[in-house]
């Protein structure tokens, strides 16, 4: 047997919402933070960090409802989330069985309450919503949970783009099932038709979950609708593993965003983008 120690992981992020062309407000939100039993430590729009902070938390929501509802319904997903998860952190360091799928499920749950609530009791909330795309990674792990359809891509180290997240409506299952293709997908005339999301009228939730070992060279894409109605997925690959030298004195996430914009901006555009990397180390940007 081996006494060399493992290679402890870190993380390396960058983040970035547009409005877009169009649109008046921005009803996309994301989020950055660290959390331990004792609270959460909001993080900024790019830095790295490694597991001593505690646990990382990175999320993508994209409102829905018109006038400045959208932009409350995402704004109240994070918020939630920022109060659920240490206390659910606690309960699992407690020794009660309460894995982070359950606690995923819970906090999900416990968003869509809040929004049928407001939805149910004040006008100008009727029919408010919002997707949901979140990662809970510890350092082994990340984990995951999604409702809606902003995305969750995984690009491993020399490995092909894959979409985690599936979109939920009829557009995204006739994708998963080869009915359609890339192309048809991005035009079909119900792309923007959700069968299921946080509030926004549902009765039910059940959102969708899973989780990837993590891995040195390993990158993590969550975003809305927005970034891939700009970017083909073959662009976010190169985007994000061989930029030119113009693009690669960007970030990754202003490097996405930037050319989505630049490609389409009728909606509002967020990207969100995680590197992993061993202690020691930086993450390598071509």
């Known amino acids: ?44 729009k790019e830095g790295s960090g490694d597991f001593g902070l505690g646990d990382f938390v990175f999320a993508v929501s994209d409102g829905m409802g018109g006038a400045k509802s959208g932009e409350f319904a995402s704004r109240i997903a994070v918020e939630k989330i920022t109060k659920l998860l240490p206390k659910g952190m606690r309960v699992a360091m407690s020794g009660l069985q309460a894995g982070q799928h359950e606690l995923l499920q819970e906090l999900f749950h416990e968003i869509h309450k809040a929004l049928a609530y ?23 792990w990340l984990y995951f949970a999604h409702i809606g359809d902003s995305r969750l891509y995984y690009l491993p180290q020399g490995g092909a783009l894959q979409q985690l997240s599936e979109d939920d409506s009829y557009v995204g299952w006739l994708f998963r099932q080869q009915k359609i293709n890339e192309r048809e997908a991005r035009t079909h005339p119900q792309k923007n038709s959700l069968q299921r999301a946080l509030g926004a009228g549902h009765q039910f939730v059940d959102p969708q979950l899973g989780s990837v070992g993590l891995q040195a060279g390993d990158r993590f894409l969550l975003c ?24 690669a004195a960007l970030s990754p996430a202003p490097r996405l965003v930037g050319a989505a914009l630049e490609n389409s901006g009728r909606d509002n555009i967020t990207a969100l983008v995680i590197e992993v990397e061993e202690e020691g180390t930086r993450c390598h940007t071509p």
């Open 118 to 140: 407001l939805g149910s009791q004040y006008e100008e909330c009727a029919g408010m919503g919002t997707t949901l795309t979140l990662c809970w990674i510890s350092p082994a």
């Open 224 to 247: 809305s609708d927005g970034l891939v109605d700009g970017l083909w997925n073959d662009q976010l690959t190169r985007l994000l593993q061989e930029p030119d030298a113009v693009e």
């Open 1 to 44: 047997m081996s006494d060399a120690p493992e290679n402890k992981l870190r993380l390396k992020w960058s983040g970035l919402s547009h409005v877009g062309k169009i649109r008046q407000n921005n009803e996309d939100a994301f989020l950055t933070l660290s959390f331990d039993p004792q609270g959460i430590r909001y993080l900024g």
